[in-house]
């Protein structure tokens, strides 16, 4: 799913659809120029939440695990001109993700263990460009507002993955399979 700057918050259920229990990945088309910064996307308010970042030229994930703990991870530096900035999210079991960021394709950083949001969070659906209602991360919030992306933003693609090892889908795919064999 491709949202475009200006696009109105996405529909909660609608956004939570893209990562429940779930790999995904957030690519940002962006033209970047030295001193562009704000929120590219924040999906999540602080009841839990993530949100992509620039700020101060670095490329960062602010991740709020909606347990009282903030994660950051700081994919470096952003090139000027035309660039691709990614965030994976691998659901690897357990209940959680491993994130990645690349800029143009090549990794840059990863944190593993960081909790699957759910069931309730995240409360707000994606908004792109910035963080206007309740902010993902309180700190960033304080410091710049909802933080809109001074930049030349494109576009933000979503694009949902397979589902968690241990996801309530694959029990149920598992539970079908079961009673197929005893009919």
């Known amino acids: 799913m491709t949202l475009l700057p200006g696009t109105p918050q996405l529909e909660r259920w609608r956004s939570q659809r893209l990562i429940w229990y779930r790999s995904f990945s957030i690519d940002v088309s962006l033209s970047y120029a ?3 910064a704000g929120i590219l996307v924040a ?6 939440g993530y949100a992509l970042v ?6 960062r ?3 709020n695990d909606g347990r009282g703990r903030m994660h950051s991870l700081d994919g470096g530096g952003v090139p000027a001109g035309d660039t691709r900035l990614t965030a994976d999210f691998d659901a690897v079991g357990g209940g959680t993700w491993t994130a990645r960021l690349s800029v143009d394709g090549v990794e840059r950083a990863a944190l593993e263990g960081l909790p699957l949001l759910f069931p309730m969070a995240p409360f707000e659906g ?3 460009g910035t963080d206007r209602k309740s ?10 507002g909802c933080f809109p992306f001074s930049g030349a933003l494109r576009s933000v693609t979503y694009t949902p993955g397979e589902p968690a090892p241990d996801s309530p889908v694959r029990m149920l795919e598992m539970l079908q399979e079961m009673g197929a064999r005893f009919e």
Not at 43 to 48: A, P, S
Not at 135 to 144: F, G, R, T
Request: glycine share 20%; net charge negative; no cysteine.
């Open 34 to 36: 030295a001193g562009d």
């Open 43 to 48: 999906h999540g308010d602080q009841g839990g």
């Open 54 to 59: 620039v700020d101060g030229g670095s490329y």
């Open 61 to 63: 994930l602010v991740f």
């Open 126 to 128: 994606i908004s792109i």
């Open 135 to 144: 902010p993902v991360s309180w700190a960033l919030w304080e410091e710049h």
